[in-house]
């Protein structure tokens, strides 16, 4: 009986939390306002800029190690100016310092037409400067695309719609900090940054066409929640267990492939590949990985 009782407790306890999400229990509004807001019984949620505030929101779990899904309509028309951020990170309180670990995808808006650069950043003990841009290749702004983070102790992968746009490895064996000790949340943000996303700065927020507005449907993390007693992927948790498959995965031949054409076609700024910037030499993990 006891020991029944115990094993109910440990598949409970230990099961990673597979969950399809509803806004209303996985996320809080942080800012905005009134601005960000949850919808269709937590099925959608929309953020919105204009010109006195941005809005935004993160998740109320903390995850250390995950496959994070969401998708992401962005701001439609003359979005110049603005930037959707969409990103892990530890909370701000344990960021100040060096310490800082972030996982970065940032969607630079632009004038109706011409296309957006979305920005990826990975900043591992309070180092980023890790930029990769990239073009997409479709309108993301005429329907949700799915943009997904993959974080397990092997790597950090980053894919849009299933495919994988870029890897961060983990290099800590020959000295590249990687992001496995703090756990982090989801954040997104809609906010101005007109000085510096559309063309380097040179096009500005049009605040005629506010409010601008992008939304957000069908958060899925596969995920290992972090609380104070712990990780809900222990040890104890059966390793053979399939829904942790996510946990060893790492990029097969066709995710290889994937990640050439993508970098080939679509790829606009690599910092492993500016030299101008690193001429001591480039960051360890361009070479190494
Ligand atoms: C905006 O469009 C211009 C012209 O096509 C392009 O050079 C630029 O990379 C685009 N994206 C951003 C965010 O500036």
Request: with cysteine.
């Amino acid at each position: 009986m006891a020991s029944k009782i115990f094993l109910a407790l440990v598949i409970t306890t230990f099961v990673v939390v597979a969950s399809a999400g509803n806004f209303n229990q996985d996320f809080e509004i942080t800012w905005g306002d009134g601005r960000a807001k949850i919808l269709n019984n937590g099925n959608l949620l929309t953020l919105s800029l204009d010109k006195t505030s941005g809005s935004g929101f993160r998740s109320r779990n903390e995850y250390l190690f995950g496959k994070i899904d969401m998708q992401l309509k962005l701001v439609p028309g003359n979005s110049a100016g603005t930037v959707t951020a969409y990103y892990a990170s530890v909370t701000v309180l344990s960021s100040l310092g060096n310490t800082h670990d972030e996982i970065d995808f940032e969607f630079l808006g632009n004038l109706s037409g011409d296309p957006y650069i979305l920005h990826t950043n990975v900043f591992t003990q309070g180092k980023g400067g890790r930029e990769q841009q990239f073009y997409l290749w479709f309108d993301p702004t005429k329907d949700f695309h799915t943009y997904s983070i993959l974080w397990n102790p092997q790597s950090i992968i980053f894919s849009v719609d299933g495919t994988p746009i870029r890897e961060f490895k983990n290099l800590e064996s020959k000295g590249v900090p990687f992001p496995k000790n703090q756990a982090m949340r989801i954040y997104s943000s809609l906010w101005n940054a007109d000085d510096w996303a559309t063309r380097g700065g040179l096009v500005k927020t049009d605040w005629s066409k506010a409010p601008f507005t992008a939304s957000y449907r069908n958060f899925n993390a596969q995920a290992c929640v972090w609380t104070s007693s712990g990780s809900s992927c222990s040890s104890k948790t059966p390793s053979s267990s399939s829904n942790q498959a996510w946990l060893k995965q790492s990029l097969d031949a066709t995710g290889q492939a994937r990640i050439k054409w993508v970098q080939k076609n679509y790829m606009i700024y690599n910092y492993c590949a500016d030299t101008k910037r690193f001429p001591q030499g480039l960051p360890p993990e361009c070479t190494l990985a």
